[in-house]
């Protein structure tokens, strides 16, 4: 992604998680390069330093394994409260997290809902059911334009801040 260069230069060991390159974790000067293995590897001082500071302070993390859509227009948020079993958040900033039906009740897909503004929602959902995702939102798109479904995907990031201080 965009932040790869950035990330590494802040110290950090990439790693495939599904397929997606991800950070796994930041080392710190003079901490021993990680090994594969199945217990306890060198990596394990640089993640309970990283899980100390999120735990007691905040952290930010990049979640570039993940399928971004976005919703859009005058009647976005109602389309979207017809289809999902949970509603849009209320409030803009809110972050909820949301499942799809099928036309039994069954479920379809699980997805990150956050309202961005009062006519804006982005969807956020494993990386792995990307084409799944994009294309049932599509085939539910009412026919008279008042919903446009964009896929930010491959132009946008998702961050997520997390930890007691995250507000601050």
Known sequence: TPLTPHLAAAGAHFGPVNGWERAQYYAAPGDPPDAPGFGWTPAE??????VAAVSTRAGIMEVGGFTRLAVRGEGGIAWL?????GRVPKRVG????????????????????????ERTVWLGAAAAAHAHDLDWFTRQLPADGSVALDDLTESHLALVLAGPRARE
């Not at 001082?45 to 990283?50: I, M």
């Not at 409260?81 to 079993?85: E, Q």
């Not at 809110?94 to 699980?110: D, H, S, W």
């Open 45 to 50: 001082a640089a993640v309970a330093r990283e």
């Open 81 to 85: 409260d017809g289809l999902l079993a």
């Open 94 to 117: 809110r972050v909820g997290l949301a499942y799809y039906l099928t036309g039994q009740g069954n479920v379809a897909g699980e997805v990150t809902v956050a309202r961005l503004d």
